[in-house]
C-alpha cells in the first residue's frame, strides 16, 4: 500500500488548505484513515482519524476547525483545514492502519509528508 500525501502550503492565518492522500495497491475504504502532523523539535501527534463507518475523530487543538473525510470512489482521503493558526505549521502525513487510534504505531502505512506552513 502506497500512501501520497499533496495540498500543503503556505497560508495566512485565518486561511484554509485541503490536504488529499491518495490511496494506491488497496482499496481506502478497508482502513481507517488518520492524518498526523509534526513540528520541528517536536514529536509527531494525532490530528484527526475517520473509521471504516465514517465516525471521525479528532484532536481538541483542532476540532472545529479541521475536517476529515474520505472518497471511496476516488481512493482518497481529505483533510479540510480552515481557520487555520501558525501554531499549525507543522509537515503533515496521511496513514492509514486497521484500527482508529491516536497512536501512530497504530498505523502501517505512511505518505511521505506535506508541508503547511500559516504565516501570523
Known amino acids: 500500500v502506497q500512501l501520497q500525501a499533496s495540498g500543503g502550503g503556505l497560508v495566512q492565518a485565518g486561511g484554509s488548505l485541503r490536504l488529499s492522500c491518495a490511496v494506491f495497491g488497496r482499496t481506502v475504504r478497508n482502513y481507517v484513515m488518520g492524518w498526523f502532523r509534526q513540528a520541528p523539535g517536536k514529536e509527531r501527534e494525532f490530528v484527526a482519524a475517520?473509521?471504516?463507518?465514517?465516525?471521525?475523530f479528532y484532536a481538541d487543538s483542532v476540532k472545529g476547525r479541521f475536517t476529515i473525510s474520505r472518497d471511496n470512489a476516488k481512493n482518497t482521503g481529505y483533510l479540510q483545514m480552515n481557520s487555520l493558526k501558525p501554531e499549525d505549521t507543522a509537515v503533515y502525513y496521511c496513514?492509514?492502519?486497521?484500527?482508529?487510534?491516536?497512536?501512530?504505531?497504530?498505523?502501517?502505512?505512511w505518505g511521505q509528508g506535506t508541508q503547511v506552513t500559516v504565516s501570523s
Open positions: 496513514a492509514a492502519g486497521p484500527m482508529v487510534g491516536r497512536q501512530p504505531d497504530l498505523y502501517n502505512y
Open positions: 475517520i473509521n471504516l463507518s465514517g465516525n471521525t
